[in-house]
């Protein structure tokens, strides 16, 4: 028997809800197709402002707010074990218990076997996945609330850019235009993305060389005040470093002097400390339409709780990447996300019933979602370099 159809009432609390969380669309992107006829069931999107540094992991556990993510993307250094953890094997094996609670989340996302694919294949794979997931949504009608996560997009603007987002966002406006006939319409439907995603090439920052030049060199655990730890993994538009604690303003300062670099910050005291190549007495006294919300985001990223924080990070220029350098072979980069700067930090959030405010930080988001699951609580911040 079909399910008699009616979309929900505009400002109504529609008992059942779905979330689609399409990573890596920046709000230029989804707006533009709103503004060419697609996802006309949904409200005009909001400014969705990431968190800093824009990464998948430190914005989905601020967006379905779940404990937070051991990594800001993927690796992370535990210090007091001298290590550095996660990646690529832990994705495999889905150990994502400690790595990245936000997937207990997701009711559906692609098999973590998929991630390797999507950078050879990226269009193919998300077709897939939005098939796979069509099927899901069908197959789950009766479940009250289902958060489903299309995965792969990051990899198609990372590797194709924004006019293979454009394309494949209107795929998925036909998928889901399909589903909320089918009866998914009497739900609440969100719609959102977890970061931006800059628009052309871009070329490796020189980490080894940059720090080589201030007496410091990358190390795999810190044995000594010159050894720096970075637990590179995906080819991002940030830097996160573990240096030995008293040491990141001298390293902040070798990497400023490079080329390729945007800003460096830091905790010192209670406050936060930044510098950049230009030297200006406040390096996060940026213009908020490039870089929305700046001094907050920073202060906040710099104060993410995981167990296992980073003392000093790195907002690269745009048309720059640092990453794992195994993957440089296999990716083109026509675009990346990770650094502060308005393409690479703001994405969307859009709404079946509720016209949202204009611009949302990304913790301000979950209210709207219309889950009942209750927020976790996030854990307060344990600096990685106690002031002594
Ligand atoms: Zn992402």
């Given at each position: 028997?079909?399910r008699?159809?009616?979309?929900?009432?505009?400002?109504?609390?529609?008992?059942?809800?779905?979330?689609?969380?399409?990573?890596?669309?920046?709000?230029?992107?989804?707006?533009?197709?709103?503004?060419?006829?697609?996802?006309?069931?949904?409200?005009?999107?909001?400014?969705?402002?990431?968190?800093?540094?824009?990464?998948?992991?430190?914005?989905?556990?601020?967006?379905?707010?779940?404990a937070?993510?051991?990594?800001?993307?993927?690796?992370?250094?535990?210090?007091?074990?001298?290590?550095?953890?996660?990646?690529?094997?832990?994705?495999?094996v889905?150990?994502?218990?400690?790595?990245?609670?936000f997937?207990?989340?997701?009711?559906?996302?692609?098999?973590?076997t998929?991630?390797?694919?999507?950078?050879?294949?990226?269009?193919?794979?998300?077709?897939?996945?939005?098939?796979?997931?069509?099927?899901?949504?069908?197959?789950?009608?009766?479940?009250?609330?289902?958060?489903?996560?299309l995965?792969?997009?990051?990899?198609?603007?990372?590797?194709?850019?924004?006019?293979?987002?454009?394309?494949?966002?209107?795929?998925?406006d036909?998928?889901?235009?399909?589903?909320?006939?089918?009866?998914?319409?009497?739900?609440?439907?969100?719609?959102l993305?977890?970061?931006?995603?800059?628009?052309?090439?871009?070329?490796?920052?020189?980490?080894?060389?940059?720090?080589?030049?201030?007496?410091?060199?990358?190390?795999?655990?810190?044995?000594?005040?010159?050894?720096?730890?970075?637990?590179?993994?995906?080819?991002?538009?940030?830097?996160?470093?573990y240096?030995r604690?008293?040491?990141?303003?001298?390293?902040?300062?070798?990497?400023?002097?490079?080329?390729?670099?945007?800003?460096?910050?830091?905790?010192?005291?209670?406050?936060?400390?930044?510098?950049?190549?230009?030297?200006?007495?406040?390096?996060?006294?940026?213009?908020?339409?490039?870089y929305?919300?700046?001094?907050?985001?920073?202060?906040?990223?710099?104060?993410?709780?995981?167990?296992?924080?980073?003392?000093?990070f790195?907002?690269?220029?745009?048309?720059?990447?640092?990453?794992?350098?195994?993957?440089?072979?296999?990716?083109?980069?026509?675009?990346?996300?990770?650094?502060?700067?308005?393409?690479?930090?703001?994405?969307?959030?859009?709404?079946?019933?509720?016209?949202?405010?204009?611009?949302?930080?990304?913790?301000?988001?979950?209210?709207?979602?219309?889950?009942?699951?209750?927020?976790?609580?996030?854990?307060?911040?344990?600096?990685?370099?106690?002031?002594?």
């Open positions: 028997m079909k008699a159809t009616r979309a929900p009432a505009p400002g109504s609390d529609p008992e059942r809800t779905l979330i689609l969380a399409i990573d890596g669309i920046p709000y230029d992107v989804f707006a533009d197709g709103q503004r060419e006829g697609r996802f006309g069931g949904f409200f005009p999107a909001s400014r969705m402002l990431a968190p800093f540094p824009s990464l998948t992991d430190v914005s989905f556990t601020a967006l379905l707010r779940t937070p993510s051991a990594a800001y993307e993927d690796r992370y250094y535990d210090r007091e074990a001298g290590e550095v953890r996660g990646g690529l094997g832990d994705r495999i889905g150990d994502y218990a400690e790595l990245a609670p997937h207990a989340a997701f009711d559906w996302e692609p098999p973590p998929w991630g390797g694919a999507v950078y050879l294949v990226p269009g193919r794979v998300a077709e897939a996945e939005l098939i796979a997931a069509a099927k899901f949504i069908r197959e789950n009608d009766d479940a009250p609330e289902l958060v489903v996560y995965g792969s997009t990051d990899g198609l603007g990372h590797e194709e850019g924004r006019d293979a987002l454009r394309g494949h966002l209107e795929r998925i036909d998928v889901l235009t399909v589903l909320l006939a089918e009866g998914v319409g009497s739900r609440r439907v969100v719609l993305s977890d970061h931006g995603m800059s628009d052309g090439g871009s070329r490796r920052f020189d980490l080894e060389r940059a720090l080589a030049a201030g007496g410091y060199r990358l190390a795999e655990r810190i044995d000594g005040p010159a050894d720096v730890v970075v637990p590179a993994f995906g080819l991002i538009g940030s830097i996160q470093l240096t604690c008293g040491e990141e303003e001298a390293v902040a300062r070798a990497l400023v002097a490079a080329e390729g670099v945007d800003f460096a910050a830091w905790i010192e005291g209670d406050g936060v400390r930044a510098l950049d190549a230009a030297g200006s007495a406040d390096p996060l006294d940026r213009p908020g339409d490039r929305p919300d700046l001094r907050r985001r920073v202060a906040a990223g710099l104060r993410y709780p995981t167990p296992y924080p980073a003392n000093l790195v907002s690269l220029r745009t048309g720059w990447h640092y990453g794992l350098a195994l993957f440089e072979p296999f990716v083109s980069l026509a675009g990346t996300h990770g650094a502060a700067t308005h393409d690479q930090s703001v994405g969307f959030v859009a709404s079946n019933v509720d016209r949202m405010p204009p611009s949302l930080d990304a913790a301000e988001v979950y209210p709207w979602l219309g889950l009942s699951r209750a927020p976790v609580p996030l854990p307060s911040f344990r600096p990685p370099c106690p002031a002594d």
